[in-house]
């Protein structure tokens, strides 16, 4: 017979160390996305030496765009988190199992039925609008085209890592990390370059082994929720029906942060479109692919590990009724993610060209821009890591919308105003560019950590048959 279920989840989030709690969530996540970063990292590296940064260009401007897409359908997941989290600190293993069922079904619906087919018509217009150059482009809409058709494998493999932390399991998701990661890169250095009698599809190639590993992964990780150990299950695909309250919920939720995520990447997108508009455009696009779209995110990625296990730790004491709690885990937090981009930030400023170099840049041009990118993205880092820890604190609590309102404030309105007066008023430069990057994640720490402390997020009631006891605010040490 197979062992039974456990009946309880793992109570030491909402009871002991509050350290050790968000240290046990967030190192695998940490983990799982800095392995996920050095994947991306690997595709720019191989496309750049074996096609050039031209293709360099085509991929970090393709997924600029598609993270557009994805990350909206996504946010679902962020709702789908904030039920899971109270549902599992409340003890209500049925009802976390519903809200994972839910969540995969409604997006099922919207990767199938709309991001595949209209992603895939409206790919070359996208690419219009992001000013890419001629040869970017033709090298791009392969790329692009397949992201759209084939997203549902990752989409699912978002969706398994938010329900799986939530419910206080990191390493699951860590596991099919390291997975999908292995098989990525085995993918893409056999399609990108060729072998044997496989071709070499270039920028294409790297599409191709996305898509072909996420959905092995999608797959293997829908198995792994049939274990009966497993810390969530989902429910038969043939018994799965539409549910609209859950589906409500989701969509209260996850909607804020799905226009967050939206903002933040229409943002990158504009950003693209003033980058376009500068002499050699096709380099300044190169630069920012690699030095932001990929080195950065060893700052991101791990800082998005941390603000996972802070709404995790959040949620679940907020279920259990312990708000004290929720209040110092986001101290702790912050304080894990702030130290992980000191060390990367000094890794910028001090050995850049090595860096730029394991993508194979060995133009002139390309390599001065990414290296005063990274010197500025050394102290944006500080910044961007702690706006992290306490925008997944305010997630976790149900408070979804203030976020949003931070990140059009500060990754879309300040620095695109502020690059559109300094495009007016003087000669435009790339590092131009950068000062917004800069200033704009400076303003998201400040407003992030404002909200949090002004403690509405603990009224907040979540649908799981309690409301959440109001408590005074702590004292700040």
């Known amino acids: 017979m197979p062992p039974p279920r456990p009946t309880h989840f793992d109570r030491s989030i909402i009871e002991g160390s509050l350290s050790r709690a968000v240290w046990r969530i967030a190192w695998p996540t940490m983990l799982q996305n800095a392995i996920g970063g ?67 079904l409604v997006s099922l ?171 050699q455009s096709a380099h300044a696009q190169a630069a920012y692919a690699i030095s932001y779209t990929e080195l950065f995110s060893l700052i991101t990625f791990t800082s998005v590990g941390v603000m996972g296990a802070t709404a995790a730790v959040v949620g679940q004491n907020l279920g259990a009724g312990k708000v004290d709690r929720a209040w110092q885990a986001v101290g702790v937090s912050s304080r894990i993610a702030f130290a992980v981009a000191v060390g990367v930030g000094l890794l910028f400023v001090t050995i850049p060209g090595p860096l730029l170099a394991i993508f194979g840049v060995d133009d002139p041009v390309t390599g001065a821009l990414g290296r005063s990118l990274l010197r500025h993205l050394a102290v944006s880092g500080l910044f961007v890591t702690v706006a992290l820890a306490y925008t997944g604190a305010l997630q976790g609590s149900g408070d979804t919308r203030s976020p949003l309102y931070i990140s059009i404030v500060s990754q879309v309105l300040i620095p695109l105003g502020l690059c559109a007066l300094w495009q007016r008023v003087g000669t435009f430069e790339p590092v131009d560019i950068w000062r917004a990057i800069v200033v704009g994640h400076m303003t998201r720490c400040l407003l992030s950590i404002a909200r949090f402390r002004q403690g509405k997020w603990q009224r907040i009631v979540v649908d799981v048959g309690q409301r959440v006891p109001d408590a005074p605010r702590p004292e700040v040490t």
């Open 109 to 279: 619906v919207l990767a199938g039925g709309i991001m595949a087919p209209v992603g895939y018509l409206l790919s070359p217009r996208l690419l219009l609008f992001v000013n890419a150059a001629p040869e970017v482009r033709e090298a791009a809409l392969p790329f692009l085209r397949l992201m759209f058709l084939g997203g549902i494998g990752l989409l699912t493999f978002f969706l398994l890592g938010g329900a799986f932390r939530a419910a206080g399991d990191p390493r699951t998701p860590l596991r099919l990390g390291v997975v999908l990661t292995a098989l990525n890169v085995l993918f893409n250095v056999i399609l990108i370059r060729g072998a044997g009698p496989i071709p070499a599809f270039g920028a294409t190639g790297a599409a191709m082994g996305t898509v072909s590993a996420s959905l092995i992964v999608a797959a293997l990780g829908i198995a792994a929720m049939r274990s009966p150990t497993a810390a969530i299950h989902l429910p038969s695909l043939t018994a799965l029906r539409p549910d609209w309250a859950i589906i409500r919920q989701l969509f209260k939720f996850g909607l804020p942060t799905g226009f967050q995520g939206v903002a933040m990447n229409v943002g990158g997108v504009f950003l693209l479109r003033f980058i376009g508009a500068l002499p």
């Open 38 to 104: 050095l994947q991306g990292i690997i595709d720019h590296a191989l496309v750049g030496h074996f096609v050039g940064f031209t293709a360099n260009a085509a991929i970090g401007v393709s997924w600029q765009i598609f993270l557009v897409v994805i990350v909206f359908i996504s946010s679902l997941y962020a709702g789908m988190s904030v039920l899971v989290a109270r549902f599992a600190g409340a003890g209500d293993r049925d009802a976390v199992d519903h809200v994972v069922g839910q969540a995969f």
